[in-house]
């Protein structure tokens, strides 16, 4: 008798594998980023040693990190719970027996002759649980009132890891961003921000791609030379050597006060809106999936554009309030087109969910009596409905409790680190402009104090640049006194020496309010655009 070949086909070796692959994955990204956030708290300097501001920081630390692990957890639970009933339906579609529990008499595991064991391998074969998740999260007017917000919050969230990276020089920002992507954007948003309440602004005008690393600004080199160099020394440097310095060289470290050019984040700015737009009406069709796609590789653009371009495709400011203008902008068009969009998604989502004006309920006297329902319990039911699509699936779970959780978050953040809330409505609120002081340039309303720096009072030149003080000691005057001695400001020793790290930012609870009013009305886009606007543009 010939031997009976096994059916690879329906083996749980392969589904098991990719299950553990991605625990791992997982698992080793989330390591990196903890060893981001421990190497920048080894390292923070010694103005952080304050007891303000040490007591403070152990109090965000937790908040944040309580908030990362619980968006992990819910995640986690709502990503497993949509497997399980996908492989429920499939199972009943195919006439396949479920096990009755996991363990025990009848259960899928264990070594019991009335076991039933999982065929995963079939189920894996015959279904794609990704993209049964997009389309259930999406195929409804009342489920994609969740789902969009997601998308539109993550794009705003990519272009502050963009720009507040570069800025802190914080390593391997495609670890948060892909962190995003596998688990939530809830649980990398409470990481990055750990990593900037621990990493302060360097103060050195060329950035390194290391947190403790700054590069001496006198040591310019330009291509042409570091080319012409290489070609002097070729004979002592290996091919590789070679290539490896000219990619360093067309790559160098941009100026800290150097932004690129708006075009290359308006651009996929906008294609991601458009992809947005369309989602609604490829549901069911083979274009979903690369549509959806698409706002979520931008994320990873956005976030190596500060990196990745020459520096002739970006301009270097002379001042911060200038270099803040570019992504002032940037946010102000995320949260106008995100309103917009949601805006659209909810009036749809009402309409498609309001019920008729009249309905049937049944009498004594009448076995049926139509009865008259006013515009606000029309109103009331699809709002209801809306509401209540978060309990429809886990699929549309994991979207919308990653919405609530990224909202706790931009408010919380909002209210510990006192963001401006003339920056916020400025970004949030289309024509708006706040005014700012004249002297300082900070926003000032309603007699309200400037947001206060720890900084020494300078000139007007860049701070950009960085030239260290050097303190000589006083000329003797042997015929006049202590009280008679007058200090004089040279230009050297106004130098603004203010830095981010060492911000005394108050706690302000008006900005949390604020960033919650602006999220549960203009939507969680809107409301991210403009708590991360404001922390770029009103710091």
């Not at 992507?181 to 390194?208: R, Y």
């Not at 947190?211 to 070729?234: C, E, G, H, M, Q």
């Not at 979520?296 to 970006?314: A, D, E």
């Not at 007699?447 to 006083?474: D, E, F, L, M, N």
């Amino acid at each position: 008798m010939a031997p009976i070949e096994p059916d690879t086909s329906n083996s749980n070796v392969l589904p098991l594998a990719l299950f553990a692959l991605d625990i791992v994955s997982v698992g080793g990204i989330i390591t990196l980023v903890g060893r981001v956030l421990y190497r920048a708290y080894k390292y923070l300097p010694p103005s952080q040693a304050v007891r303000i501001r040490e007591s403070n920081r152990r109090k965000h630390v937790q908040i944040f990190l309580s908030l990362a692990a619980i968006s992990l957890g819910v995640a986690w639970y709502h990503a497993l719970n949509t497997a399980i009933i996908s492989y429920d339906a499939w199972a009943t579609s195919r006439g396949v027996t479920l096990p009755n529990a996991l363990f025990g008499e009848g259960g899928a595991l264990g070594n019991g002759e009335n076991n039933i064991e999982l065929q995963l391998g079939w189920w894996f074969r015959d279904t794609s649980l990704i993209q049964d998740a997009a389309e259930i999260a999406i195929e409804s007017s009342r489920r994609f009132w969740w789902t969009q917000q997601t998308v539109l919050s993550a794009s705003a969230w990519a272009v502050f890891i963009g720009a507040e990276g570069h800025r802190r020089n914080i390593p391997h920002l495609w670890a948060f961003v892909l962190l995003g992507q596998m688990v939530s954007i809830s649980f990398t948003q409470n990481l990055f921000c750990l990593a900037v309440l621990l990493t302060p602004v360097p103060l050195s005008n060329e950035g390194s791609h290391h947190i403790v690393n700054y590069v001496d600004s006198t040591a310019k080199v330009t291509p042409s030379k570091a080319l012409r160099f290489s070609s002097d020394t070729r004979g002592g440097l290996s091919r590789f050597e070679r290539i490896r310095n000219c990619i360093k060289t067309y790559f160098a470290p941009k100026p800290l006060l150097w932004t690129p050019h708006p075009l290359l984040h308006l651009v996929p700015l906008t294609i991601t809106f458009v992809c947005v737009f369309l989602l609604p009406f490829v549901v069911g069709s083979s274009f979903l999936m690369p549509l959806l796609s698409i706002p979520y590789l931008h994320c990873y653009l956005h976030v190596l554009i500060p990196w990745i371009i020459p520096t002739g495709w970006g301009q270097s400011y002379a001042s911060s309030k200038n270099a803040q203008r570019t992504y002032s902008q940037l946010f102000k068009f995320i949260a106008i087109m995100s309103l917009l969009l949601h805006l659209k998604a909810t009036v749809v989502a009402l309409l498609d969910n309001t019920p008729e004006s009249y309905r049937h309920r049944h009498s004594i006297l009448f076995f049926k009596r139509d009865e008259q329902r006013s515009a606000l319990q029309r109103g009331s039911t699809a709002v209801s409905k809306v509401f209540g699509a978060i309990n429809d699936h886990p699929a549309v779970a994991y979207a919308g409790w990653d919405v609530l959780l990224c909202g706790v978050t931009a408010i919380i953040w909002a209210t510990v680190r006192g963001l401006d809330a003339q920056a916020m409505l400025e970004v949030c609120v289309p024509f708006y402009r706040r005014r700012l002081n004249e002297k300082n340039g900070d926003s000032v309303a309603n007699g309200a104090k400037p947001r206060r720096h720890s900084q020494i009072k300078g000139s007007s030149k860049s701070s950009s640049t960085y030239t260290p003080v050097k303190r000589k000691p006083p000329k003797s005057n042997a015929t006049g006194s202590e009280d008679d001695f007058i200090p004089q400001d040279t230009e050297e020793e106004t130098t603004d020496l203010s830095i981010e790290g060492e911000e005394d930012v108050k706690e302000d609870p008006e900005a949390g309010a604020l960033a919650w009013g602006l999220t549960a009305l203009g939507g969680l886009g809107a409301g991210s655009a403009s708590v991360w606007g404001a922390e770029v543009s009103g710091r």
